[in-house]
């Protein structure tokens, strides 16, 4: 892992000081490059920038000057290769696109617009091969690389059924959050699934949807979702000395006895339910989204992570040769809507009783 480190001052950006990276020093060149590679996208997005120098001048000045922070894209290219780990053989795949995105949110940087760099290549290998994305600049001759491995789709094991890429793979749907008589967690309770093997930071994500039904006799139920907050269940930084990167026991994930109905409770307004008419709720289906990141990502987030606000020295984690930035890899699977009754036969009348605002019901 190679780190650099930044200083920032808390009373003025961008001071004189004496640091790793003087940005008062000399101008050099430095391209920065962002980007997470989806195996599972049609099209993939690298932002590239360029550092720039505070000799004189306001810094957030410079910062909302276009050409302060992008190339003249007639001058540069990004390419990727792809490398062959066991031979060592190198060959050209694409050349990435330049394209400017009208979206980029307002803020302290030039706005609204920027420029990110496409590429379409979907031939990813997951195994015995590397991605290299490699920066020129035909004026002033400089080259920047960054390296990344492939978190693959295809290597991800649920029983439940999803899609990757163009592919369907289904598993045996069964009950994997069931609970035992006295409330402890059944041994095939957990959500049971494994991931590629060079996944190294793993997280879960589930939305739930439900139906209202109210008072008045001539009004139809609605159906709510949870899309706006979403359930994180559980984040894992993989331990590498888990044999085929089984998440959990057995592979398994376990989920606490409250943790479903603690989430509904959190999320769901019941506050004007006597107001508006509210007689009951029913759960209709759980979708889960599963998210896989390689070691780049996974020290990017400790790395950045690991600051303390009282001190003037922020770490920086980059995997960018001759450059700053991040090149990682990830891979998102999200499931069919599944039933509630499929995923549990514990989610019932009596399981929600700790919950009575809820008013969630169940036909037994």
Do not use: H
Request: charged residues 25%.
């Amino acid at each position: 892992m190679r780190v650099l480190v930044i200083l920032i001052l808390s009373i003025v950006l961008f001071s004189a000081c004496s640091t790793d990276l003087d940005v008062n020093a000399d101008f050099r060149e430095t391209p920065i490059m962002f980007g997470l590679i989806n195996q599972s996208d049609s099209i993939n997005y690298i932002r590239l920038q360029k550092a720039y120098s505070n000799q004189d001048g306001n810094a957030l000045e410079i910062a909302k000057n276009f050409d302060s922070l992008y190339y003249d894209t007639t001058k540069v290219k990004l390419t990727l290769l792809e490398l062959d780990r066991q031979n060592g053989d190198t060959s050209e795949v694409d050349v990435l696109v330049p394209e400017y995105n009208e979206d980029k949110a307002p803020g302290d940087f030039a706005a609204p617009g920027q420029y990110v760099y496409k590429t379409d290549f979907n031939d990813f290998k997951p195994d015995g091969y590397e991605y290299i994305f490699k920066f020129e600049n035909s004026e002033s001759g400089l080259e920047a690389t960054a390296v990344t491995d492939i978190i693959a789709c295809e290597r991800i094991v649920a029983p439940i059924r999803y899609t990757c890429r163009d592919f369907e793979f289904t598993g045996s749907l069964r009950r994997n959050l069931d609970f035992n008589e006295d409330g402890s967690m059944n041994p095939l309770s957990f959500l049971e699934f494994e991931g590629p093997d060079n996944a190294a930071f793993f997280s879960l994500e589930a939305v739930v949807e439900y139906t209202v039904e109210y008072e008045e006799d001539d009004r139809d139920r609605d159906t709510f979702s949870t899309k706006d907050n979403v359930w994180s269940v559980i984040t894992l930084d993989l331990d590498e000395n888990v044999p085929g990167k089984s998440y959990g026991s057995n592979g398994t994930i376990p989920i606490g006895e409250t943790a479903f109905g603690s989430y509904l409770a959190r999320v769901i307004d019941t506050e004007n339910d006597e107001e508006n008419g509210v007689i009951s709720r029913a759960l209709l289906n759980i979708q889960f989204t599963f998210y896989y990141y390689n070691e780049s990502y996974e020290n990017y987030l400790e790395v950045n992570g690991n600051f303390n606000p009282l001190s003037q020295t922020r770490p920086l984690y980059t995997n960018v040769d001759n450059g700053l930035g991040l090149i990682a890899s990830r891979n998102i699977l999200v499931t069919d809507k599944i039933p509630i009754s499929v995923v549990s036969n514990f989610f019932n009348t009596n399981y929600f009783s700790s919950w009575p605002d809820l008013k969630f019901f169940f036909e037994e």
